[in-house]
């Protein structure tokens, strides 16, 4: 059974930082593609980061420049590096697994490649 356990979230004011964890169960690195996606109320559910088993990433051009996914195998851990943040990226975030390669971006997030999910925390950035 695959489960993704995540923490980190919390406030923080414009410009500063934070960094998410996903402790992962039953997943390999070395097979699995990871993920981090958010959603903003009323709004839709879009990919932030994503890495794949040969560790190529890629963002969305929202974070591109202030963002950084990455892993450690030996924790069994995913992380989000989150700098300057911004009120916009308010959301409750989300890592996700799925097997091999996910073959569209982050610009072009599709939910169906993406069948394992975290809970969700919450990060909120004021001005």
């Known amino acids: 059974q695959v489960q993704l356990v995540q923490s980190g979230g919390g406030s923080v004011q414009a410009g500063g930082s934070l960094r998410l964890s996903c402790a992962t169960f039953?997943?390999?690195?070395?097979?699995?593609?990871m993920g981090w996606f958010r959603q903003a109320p009323g709004k839709e559910r879009e990919g932030v980061a994503g890495?794949?088993?040969?560790?190529?990433?890629d963002y969305a051009d929202s974070v591109k420049a202030r963002f950084a996914i990455s892993k450690d195998n030996a924790k069994n851990t995913l992380y989000l590096q989150m700098n300057d943040l911004k009120p916009e990226d308010t959301a409750m975030y989300y890592c996700?697994?799925?097997?091999?390669?996910?073959?569209?971006?982050?610009?072009?997030?599709?939910?169906?490649?993406?069948?394992?999910w975290g809970q969700g925390t919450q990060v909120t950035v004021s001005s």
């Open positions: 996700a697994a799925t097997y091999h390669y996910y073959t569209r971006t982050m610009n072009n997030y599709d939910p169906t490649q993406w069948p394992y």
């Open positions: 039953g997943v390999s690195y070395i097979s699995y593609s």
């Open positions: 890495i794949r088993p040969d560790g190529s990433t």
